[in-house]
């Protein structure tokens, strides 16, 4: 009567890694992943209307959580989006602090500095939604890097 056993360098089927996710014949990602990347990018806006702004990076930050280890595209362009977003969040919060400590004299620097970025938040936003819709990774300018 023969046994076979698993050697030293088989893994018992339940500690096998899951497989690889499906990826087009183009090498691009699939159609759910560049979907999914692109729900990152835009539920900022979507966070943006329902915080007052405050929470813009609270959408991207549950697509990536939730996405991540079953879609790397979508891990890949989760973090871009985090990442900006909360540069932007950084950005407000410093314009805010800059108003109250000038006494509402420095909102002469800070609105349109202000405004500037939300328009640029909002074009950079949409830019990269597009390119993820089409399976192309994206990069914001002038990002902090926080979440690698």
């Known amino acids: 009567m023969s046994t076979q056993s698993n050697g030293p360098d088989m893994l018992p089927p339940s500690d096998l890694p899951p497989p690889p996710p499906p ?4 090498g691009l990602p699939n159609q759910e992943e560049r979907q999914w990347a692109m729900f990152a ?3 900022a806006l979507l966070g ?3 915080t007052g702004g405050i929470g813009v990076f609270i959408g991207p930050l549950v697509i990536w959580l939730i996405k991540r280890e079953t879609m790397p595209f979508v891990d890949d362009q989760g973090k871009e989006a ?3 977003n909360i540069t932007i969040a950084i950005v407000g919060v ?3 602090i800059l108003t109250v400590v000038t006494l509402g004299i420095g909102v002469l620097l800070t609105l349109p500095v202000g405004l500037a970025v939300t328009v ?4 950079l936003t949409v830019i990269a939604a ?3 819709s089409e399976g192309v990774s994206y990069r914001y ?3 902090l890097r926080l979440i690698n």
Do not use: D, E
């Open 82 to 84: 985090l990442n900006f």
């Open 23 to 26: 990826v087009s014949p183009t």
């Open 94 to 96: 410093a314009l805010i």
């Open 48 to 50: 943006a209307l329902l």
């Open 41 to 43: 990018h835009l539920s």
């Open 130 to 132: 597009i390119k993820s």
């Open 141 to 143: 300018p002038l990002t």
């Open 120 to 123: 640029a938040w909002l074009v």
